[in-house]
């Protein structure tokens, strides 16, 4: 219970901080405070996404069904933070580019992505069988997850994308003020916090409900 | 173990047996093929035959071909759930040579189809073409790309029961990549946007096409044996 406060004291402060102690960015001006809230999501559903295909490589290999149940956790997760991120992100775009939505590249990648994940979900749904529903979605999930970077990393490479990039890649730098920097970072670490607790809460809860199945199966 | 040449060989023979069997009844091309030309009538009729717009023709091409794939490239598989085949082709075969076998026996169906719909579909609505090799490129690998992902697919819809719907759900997302890449080649190769986008978007197909057969290659064994 204790670093739950803790997180939860963290989050308000980063809240607080990105309105108050911030100030608005170059360029993106007030609109640009949503960074603090758009860019861990993001960063989340990455992380998320990733452990879910290591998990599935694992059940793989392995063929123990806690692979399938962290990897249905983590790409929930990750679905969650996907939402968040495009949300987040078609806010920022009706403030910077006056409309909530016109398919930049960036836009159009995170769509894909939340369109795997809903037919992973679809796929998951329509097979009753615990071991063969774990396999064929560990195979479609290794499979997905292989054509993302065509769509995000290739796509906004090839189509050109107005979307922000946080490293300049030409000076090698980092494009944010000190004072932005802190909280930037506060707010990445509070959101991969938040992550490790909703993933333990969430498996805690497949756990048990595999527990109730196997003991119906008796 | 490794042996492309013993696959390869296991493979055609597969592919000869698939072919053997769809000329007996030919329902899986003439599903596929009474599919294209319905949405091309479809389309043609509704639309008119004087487009200049490439940004729709372009599109539209790839809704037929990629619709018309998912209405029959899932047989493949299927079939040999309902026949109940699959135990004797796992037996006869391993699992890469199998997955060989029916790649070969898609591309072949789905070239087929193009063949004949892209050449209906280019007089049906007076297209002109400026890049035709470019134009051939497009469509030839992003018939290989899509017949290429949709092979392993296939087999986790016939593995999930069947369910009929399942097919499209699973490959939209999975091909959307290749369908952006493919449509923005024949984009530009009828003579919309700059010609000089043609050969990153070619090269974007063929690169899909690799990893498409690569990932299909070293997951298939794990959704062929139980």
Redesign the interface.
């Known amino acids: 219970m204790f670093w739950q406060i803790i997180l939860g004291i963290w989050m308000v402060g980063v809240i607080i901080a990105s309105f108050l102690y911030m100030p608005a960015t170059q360029g993106l001006g007030e609109t640009g405070r949503i960074l603090i809230y758009h860019v861990p999501s993001a960063w989340i559903a990455v992380l998320a996404y990733l452990m879910a295909m290591v998990n599935s490589l694992g059940y793989l290999r392995q063929g123990d069904l806690r692979w399938d149940r962290q990897a249905q956790v983590n790409a929930e997760l990750g679905t969650i933070f996907c939402i968040l991120a495009t949300v987040t992100g078609a806010i920022w775009s009706r403030g910077a580019w006056g409309q909530y939505w016109n398919w930049d590249p960036r836009q159009t990648s995170i769509t894909v992505l939340l369109m795997i994940y809903a037919a992973y979900f679809v796929l998951r749904s329509a097979i009753p069988d615990a071991d063969r529903r774990a396999r064929l979605a560990a195979v479609y999930a290794i499979l997905a997850f292989l054509t993302v970077p065509f769509l995000v990393f290739i796509v906004p490479r090839v189509y050109v994308s107005l979307h922000p990039d946080l490293i300049n890649l030409e000076n090698r730098s980092f494009d944010m003020d000190r004072k932005m920097l802190v909280v930037f970072l506060s707010s990445l670490l509070g959101f991969t916090g938040l992550y490790a607790w909703m993933y333990k809460v969430q498996m805690r809860l497949e756990n048990l409900l595999y527990a109730i199945d196997m003991k119906r199966g008796e | 173990m490794i042996k492309p040449l013993r696959w390869l060989k296991q493979g055609l023979a597969i592919w000869r047996k698939d072919l053997r069997i769809e000329f007996r009844t030919r329902y899986t091309y003439s599903a596929l093929v009474m599919f294209a030309i319905t949405t091309l009538v479809t389309v043609s009729f509704s639309i008119g035959g004087f487009v200049t717009d490439t940004d729709i023709t372009a599109a539209l091409l790839w809704i037929i071909l990629f619709f018309s794939a998912m209405a029959g490239l899932a047989r493949t598989f299927v079939a040999e759930e309902e026949t109940g085949t699959a135990t004797a082709l796992k037996m006869a075969a391993q699992p890469e040579p199998v997955l060989l076998g029916k790649y070969l026996f898609n591309v072949t169906i789905l070239l087929s189809l193009t063949v004949l719909v892209v050449p209906l579909f280019i007089m049906m609505l007076n297209l002109s073409i400026a890049l035709p090799l470019a134009f051939v490129a497009a469509v030839v690998l992003g018939s290989l790309g899509l017949a290429g ?1 949709s092979t ?2 296939a087999a ?1 819809v016939a ?3 069947a ?1 009929s719907s ?1 097919m499209t ?2 490959a ?3 091909l ?2 290749l369908l ?2 493919a449509i923005s080649a024949t984009r530009a190769a009828l003579g919309g946007g700059l010609a000089a ?1 043609v050969t ?2 070619l090269l ?1 197909l063929f ?2 096409n690799g ?1 498409a057969l690569a ?2 290659l070293l ?1 298939f064994e ?2 062929w044996n ?1």
Do not use: H, N, W
Request: charged share 15%; hydrophobic share 65%.
């Open positions: 992902a392993i697919l986790i593995k999930a029961g369910k399942l759900v699973l939209f997302p999975v959307l990549p952006f890449a986008d990153a978007d974007m690169f899909y990893v990932a299909s997951l794990y959704v139980e």
